[in-house]
C-alpha cells in the first residue's frame, strides 16, 4: 500500500520537471505531499506487519534517491554551461 501514493507522485514529478523547468521544486513539494499521504496509509494499515516496515523503509530510501535525482537533474536543466 505505501507504494501507491508514490506512483503517481513520481509521475506528478515527472511531468511537471518536464513541463515547466522552474517548477521542479513545486513538483518536489508535490512528492513530499504523497510521501506524507503514504506515511499515514502506513500507519493505518500496515503497522501490525514487519514485511511492510521493510518495505516502508526502501520507499523511504527510494524518495530520497529519487528527490536527489531530481534536484540534480533540475541544477544541470538550469545551470549555464
Same mark, same amino acid.
Given at each position: 500500500?505505501?507504494?501507491?501514493?508514490?506512483l503517481?507522485?513520481?509521475?506528478?514529478?515527472? $511531468?511537471? =520537471?518536464f513541463?515547466?523547468?522552474?517548477?521542479?521544486? !513545486?513538483? #518536489?513539494?508535490?512528492?513530499?505531499?504523497?510521501f506524507?499521504? @503514504?506515511?499515514l496509509?502506513?500507519i $493505518?494499515? =500496515?503497522?501490525?506487519s514487519?514485511?511492510?516496515?521493510? !518495505?516502508? #523503509?526502501l520507499n523511504?530510501?527510494?524518495w530520497?534517491?529519487m @528527490?536527489f535525482?531530481?534536484?540534480?537533474a533540475?541544477?544541470?536543466?538550469?545551470?549555464?554551461?
Amino acid at each position: 500500500m505505501p507504494y501507491m501514493p508514490n506512483l503517481f507522485a513520481i509521475s506528478v514529478t515527472v $511531468y511537471f =520537471s518536464f513541463r515547466y523547468n522552474s517548477m521542479a521544486y !513545486l513538483s #518536489l513539494s508535490f512528492r513530499c505531499l504523497f510521501f506524507l499521504v @503514504s506515511v499515514l496509509l502506513f500507519i $493505518y494499515n =500496515s503497522w501490525y506487519s514487519f514485511a511492510n516496515v521493510f !518495505l516502508w #523503509l526502501l520507499n523511504i530510501l527510494q524518495w530520497i534517491t529519487m @528527490s536527489f535525482l531530481y534536484i540534480t537533474a533540475f541544477y544541470f536543466t538550469t545551470s549555464q554551461f
